[in-house]
């Protein structure tokens, strides 16, 4: 199975720069795209893949130096060093929900469909979207809309919510777009939606906590001179990268020791995100919203 087309593949793999002995992780495998093209450039070496889908657990590749491990990358750390390794020399992360979840109904990834709103990434966790929009306060709602998904609407949103749930169960997604038709700026509808969806989608996943967890990991992982490569598809995940990167923390607050020197963990080898070309986006529009940021381990 092929259902997911690898953004920025050449950039991540020559950002990389792999060695054909090396120890390499990508943290989220999905249709194994970029896993394949890293392969190519290993003789000795072993890649580690991560992603805690079912799916992509069915379309994991056979090969000696290919592991594949279902878990959430949040976890890293313990799983590589219950398989014996204590470093790496590279990591990937492409942070987007692939193609085939979105093009799939039944996962509720996509108002493009009336589908049962999960968005589970794991389907075997238990929160939902739908049980998000039905059991959650005003207050918890109002919370993720402004701040998963970045809306200056985000009370009124909520409200819209809660009162329609008084009269009728908010479990699919024509329930949700009745719910929040009030709501809806006159222009730019498609993208409020979009927006409405990632926050939810970032609650039902634990996304930015889990993201947090796995940088601070690799970043402990990572050989003197490794490269980590991040691709991210919004703000909140790209302000993550860009401050770990840049300052050497999540927080973005430059540190200095006791001579005044900046306390750095990556030297940036791209100092602007790298972004797809023209001849990338005509072949998947997807990738528009993409920024690939490669930091080196100092």
């Not at 906590?209 to 909140?236: D, P, W």
């Not at 995100?273 to 528009?288: C, D, F, H, Q, S």
């Amino acid at each position: 199975m092929s259902y997911h087309q690898p953004v920025l593949l050449k950039e991540c793999v020559e950002g990389l720069n792999i060695r054909p002995d090396g120890i390499y992780v990508d943290l989220t495998y999905g249709g194994g795209g970029h896993s394949r093209e890293i392969l190519k450039s290993l003789k000795t070496g072993r890649l580690i893949a991560f992603d805690q889908d079912a799916e992509a657990e069915s379309n994991a590749m056979k090969d000696d130096k290919f592991l594949f491990i279902r878990g959430n990358f949040r976890f890293v750390k313990n799983w590589l060093h219950f398989h014996g390794i204590q470093m790496i020399d590279g990591a990937l992360a492409d942070l987007g929900v692939s193609s085939w979840h979105l093009d799939q109904p039944e996962r509720g990834f996509s108002f493009r469909f009336n589908s049962i709103l999960d968005m589970r990434m794991n389907s075997d966790a238990s929160l939902t979207a739908r049980e998000i929009l039905n059991k959650y306060s005003s207050e918890n709602l109002e919370e993720i809309f402004r701040r998963y998904g970045e809306l200056g609407n985000a009370a009124r949103l909520s409200s819209s919510i809660i009162k329609h749930r008084k009269d009728s169960p908010v479990n699919n997604v024509d329930d949700l777009l009745r719910a929040v038709k009030d709501s809806l700026p006159v222009r730019n509808q498609q993208k409020f939606l979009a927006k409405i969806f990632q926050a939810l989608r970032i609650e039902v996943n634990d996304e930015i906590n889990a993201l947090s967890e796995m940088l601070e990991q690799i970043t402990g992982l990572l050989k003197t001179g490794a490269r980590f490569c991040v691709i991210t598809y919004h703000s909140l995940e790209d302000r993550l990268v860009k401050n770990l990167f840049r300052s050497g923390n999540l927080e973005g607050e430059l540190e200095k020791d006791f001579y005044g020197n900046p306390r750095l963990l990556y030297h940036q080898v791209n100092r602007n995100v790298i972004t797809a070309g023209e001849k990338e986006l005509k072949k998947n529009p997807r990738a528009r919203s993409a920024k690939l940021r490669i930091g080196e381990k100092l």
